[in-house]
């Protein structure tokens, strides 16, 4: 596996909510405020065409209704996913995975990709991402971070890029979570940070593996948990904090 690729700060879905979530345009305004790491939702369009949205359904970030994953690549590239946000952001289309590579390489960002399976596409998705990014990154140099919340997806990206770091998000703390995280050869856990403190931190590291949280966006949360020695936090503030310091 190749060698871990986040930074300490890392902004979620592009801008957090300053522009719409999962969009480039998202990501440029991220940029703007100096961030130089992101993170993604991914899924599969009918067509297999890896695409970002977080949710399994369109209507929160769109005009549109019904499951995104349904829907042709043809279809999905058409529909407007910035208005909801803001009318300076109507029209802003939904980027495909494809898209995003060519703007993160570009800039030497770093980028963690959440595997966001249409419930029922697991594995596929997760095999067809690792896929992906294998051929999208192929000869730079440095590689993506994967995560899921989806044990399986990780599996599929495993078993079709298993050089790509992975890392096993957590919203609870389920039996045998740290023994399906080290099956699944993963480098890092990332939790909701309000599972996480100085015992968890230290029962990650030594296990071997990173500690990070999300969405972590008020200021005196994220110094309690740099203060209990996490190594990296995702977040929505990112005209709030600042990734350099």
């Known amino acids: 596996m190749s060698a871990w ?37 991914v899924k599969l369009s009918a067509d297999g065409v890896p695409f970002l949205l977080h949710d399994a359904t369109l209507q ?18 058409r529909i407007d996913a910035g208005a909801w946000h803001s009318r300076a952001y109507a029209g802003e289309p939904i980027p495909s995975l494809d898209a995003l590579a060519r703007y993160v390489l570009a800039n030497r960002f770093a980028l963690n990709i959440e595997i966001k399976p249409t419930p029922g596409t697991e594995r596929h998705t997760g095999e067809v991402v690792g896929r992906e990014v294998r051929r999208l990154w192929a000869g730079a140099g440095s590689l993506p971070l994967f995560s899921s ?32 995280a080290l099956a699944l050869g993963c480098q890092a856990v990332i939790t909701n940070y309000a599972l996480m403190d100085r015992a968890l931190v230290e029962r990650l590291h030594g296990a071997g593996l990173k500690a990070l949280v999300y969405t972590v966006n008020d200021p005196a949360a994220a110094q309690w948990l740099i203060g209990n020695g996490v190594d990296g936090i995702i977040s929505d503030a990112v005209d709030r904090f600042s990734p350099a310091a």
């Open 5 to 41: 690729p986040m930074p300490f700060w890392v902004a979620h879905r592009g801008a957090g909510k300053l522009a719409p979530e999962n969009t480039l345009a998202a990501f440029r305004e991220g940029a703007r405020h100096g961030w130089h790491a992101f993170e993604c939702d």
């Open 60 to 77: 929160r970030t769109t005009p549109e209704r019904g499951i995104a994953g349904e829907r042709s690549w043809a279809e999905l590239a």
């Open 149 to 180: 919340f989806q044990p399986e997806a990780l599996a599929g990206a495993q078993a079709s890029a298993p050089e790509v770091p992975r890392g096993l998000l957590l919203d609870k703390l389920t039996d045998g979570w740290l023994d399906t």
